[in-house]
């Protein structure tokens, strides 16, 4: 059995599901549900010998179940699939008016496309084709978000640069001014230890020569 259990939630609350399986996988889907962030994303859970892959979409979540030999070519073609007939079939004010299995009538198509994907071998050979597109799809997406990100920390680096090299500018101009004041405390202690090394000088005169510093006569 490859797929085994497939769901479309709005967040966590359920509104169709299909289980193939005998056992209840409740209490694992319940989990993996509240563990979903609400942005867009594709993941998938590991849980015993079991992969939980997931679609998240414009708030709708689409799951589906599968033995581990599976990989994840054909679930998440399965997932769009889902997707395509589930937003195909509903309005969007049924889906987000709906309660909980509100939409459960939905469950037998979930059915009819776990048997197909699961028993239709040309199934897979199309989910092949249609992976490879989605794929390089989430490569170049992948690729511009990872551009965007470098941009900002490009961005953020010239920033950064900018405050340094006005930093460095204060810095100077306060290195300047420091320097020029120096310079002017260095004139006025020269000028004064002038002024004082005179009036020394005329001491000494003045003691040998008098006040009016008459030393010839």
């Known amino acids: 059995m490859s797929l ?13 599901e299909h289980s193939a399986g005998k056992r209840d ?3 694992a889907v319940k989990t993996i549900l509240s563990k979903i962030p609400p942005n867009n994303s594709k993941l998938t859970y590991v849980w015993e010998q079991y992969l939980f892959h997931y679609v998240s979409d414009g708030g709708l979540t689409y799951m589906v179940m599968a033995d581990d030999s599976v990989g994840r070519r054909m679930p998440f073609t399965f997932l769009g699939e889902l997707q395509r007939k589930f937003t195909a079939r509903y309005s969007t004010d049924a889906i987000f008016d709906a309660p909980a299995y509100g939409l459960s009538e939905f469950s037998d198509e979930i059915a009819k496309l776990m048997n197909y994907y699961t028993n239709t071998p040309q199934a897979d ?17 992948h690729n511009v978000e990872q551009i965007l990100s470098r941009g900002e920390r490009i961005e953020l ?3 950064k640069t900018n405050d340094f090299a006005a930093q460095a500018h204060m810095f100077r101009r306060g290195a300047r001014n420091v320097r020029r ?21 005329y001491l000494i005169l003045a003691d040998f020569c008098g006040a009016k510093l008459q030393c010839g006569s």
């Open 4 to 16: 085994i259990h497939a769901l479309v939630s709005r967040g966590d609350t359920i509104l169709a």
């Open 25 to 27: 996988f409740s209490a």
């Open 125 to 141: 050979a199309l989910s092949a084709a249609q992976a490879d597109l989605a794929q390089v799809k989430d490569i170049m997406v």
């Open 157 to 159: 680096l010239v920033d």
């Open 181 to 201: 004041q120096q310079f002017w405390r260095n004139q006025k202690i020269m000028f004064l230890s002038a002024i004082v090394a005179l009036f020394f000088f």
